[in-house]
């Protein structure tokens, strides 16, 4: 008696050990695919199994007759088949796990007792893995919208031109890692300045794919140097034959040629936000839009706006992000822009987006904003 007794008790303990070996083996890993092909070796070879495998993932072990994988078995101890869900932490299944016995013979109380326990820690250790996993991705997604980041500063004006008489900066914000607004000035060769100020509808990393490409369109098409009516015409038309997704991505644009010598401005406004012009006057003047957002409709019937430059102008042009700054359910507005711009006016370029940028951060009290800004000012030196 003593004998079997410890015998049983020897069983019992071999059992738990095995069973502890096995916990250990399962959570040696955080790779979800070994931790589903060490569960099913565990279970054939442990416990000499003709077979097991998932249900919802592709992996198994052992001899399954075929057909138990395109259509998992219900569970019948009379042919030697049991499943085993594998429960999440609030109790939803993540899988189950089908085993088939050899000849069909029926398990024993160890053996469901241990595919029990194993069921338990498989589905805790598939947990683990799976947050592991999107924990990765989740690193990779940034590291990709970082690049993505980088390479949109670059395309921005990292220099403004300096033109003799003249003062120009800008600045851009983001409110993601990347962001919709774009900024560009070119140089053409006929010393003119090119400027273009733009925003895609919407934000984020759809938005800066359709702002790299309207850019690489424009720059095409800058040193034609067609008539500004016409090349606002033309990138609308290019933009809008791009698809369903750049018409629904449209981009509101400022278009602005200046010329240093004659201080002449020619402006088309594409459904943009009206630029402030401040030209021997006190009170800005507003550039209004002449057509629709580039890309919205197949032909736009945009108009230009021309001024000579008197000494001491300056002219802001702004996306809407400027505007619709939020202190609560207030918002900055035109008025504000316009009167932080007009109180400005007798400091250079850089002092003035200053002096901008601190009227809207003390109106937000520096709170997170939901959408990019930009912001160029060109001014002349009287």
């Known amino acids: 008696m003593e004998i079997e007794s410890s015998l049983h ?3 019992q303990i071999a059992r738990l050990q095995a ?6 083996r399962i959570h040696s890993t955080i790779e979800l695919d070994s931790v589903l092909r060490s569960v099913l070796q565990i279970t054939v070879r442990e416990l000499e199994m003709a077979g097991a495998f998932f249900t919802t993932f592709p992996f198994s072990y052992g001899e399954i007759p075929p057909r138990f994988l395109l259509h998992p078995p219900s569970s ?13 932490r609030h109790g939803t299944a993540l899988t189950e796990m089908v085993v088939i016995t050899r000849d069909g013979a029926p398990l024993s109380l160890y053996e469901q007792d241990f595919l029990e326990h194993l069921a338990i820690q498989a589905a805790v250790a598939i947990e683990n893995a799976r947050y592991h ?17 980088d390479i949109q500063r670059s395309l921005l004006p990292q220099v403004f031109p ?22 560009d000035l070119i140089t053409l060769p006929s010393g003119e300045l090119m400027v273009v100020v733009a925003d895609v509808a919407g934000k984020g990393l759809a938005s800066a794919l359709v ?3 309207f850019r690489a369109a424009l720059r095409a098409m800058a040193n034609s140097e067609m008539p500004l009516v016409d090349m606002a015409t033309n990138m609308n038309l290019l933009h809008y034959k791009e698809g369903e997704e750049s018409r629904r991505r449209y981009v509101t644009a400022m278009f602005l040629r200046l010329d240093p010598k004659t201080h002449a401005v020619e402006v088309v406004n594409a459904g943009h936000n009206p630029a402030f012009l401040l030209n021997g006057s006190d009170v800005p003047e507003l550039i209004e839009a002449s057509g629709t957002p580039v890309g919205m409709l197949p032909f736009s019937d945009y108009s230009s706006e021309k001024y000579v430059l008197s000494d001491k102008a300056k002219l802001l042009i702004y996306t809407d992000g400027m505007t619709e700054v939020f202190k609560g359910n207030e918002e900055f507005g035109q008025d504000r822009l316009m009167e932080a711009f007009r109180a400005s006016r007798h400091t250079d370029a850089t002092g003035t987006l200053n002096s901008i940028w601190r009227a809207l951060d003390a109106f937000s009290n520096q709170e997170n904003q939901s959408d990019d800004m930009t912001a160029l000012v060109i001014g002349r030196k009287p």
């Open 9 to 11: 008790l020897q069983q």
């Open 19 to 24: 069973l502890l070996d096995t916990t250990h």
């Open 76 to 88: 019948d101890p009379r042919r030697g088949c049991y499943r085993f869900p594998l429960l999440d």
């Open 133 to 149: 996993e999107q924990t990765l991705d989740m690193e990779r997604v940034k590291q990709d919208l970082s690049c993505a980041r």
């Open 162 to 183: 300096d033109i003799p008489g003249y003062s120009i900066d800008g600045r851009s914000q983001t409110c993601y890692e990347v962001g919709g607004d774009y900024l």
């Open 211 to 213: 702002g790299s490409s």
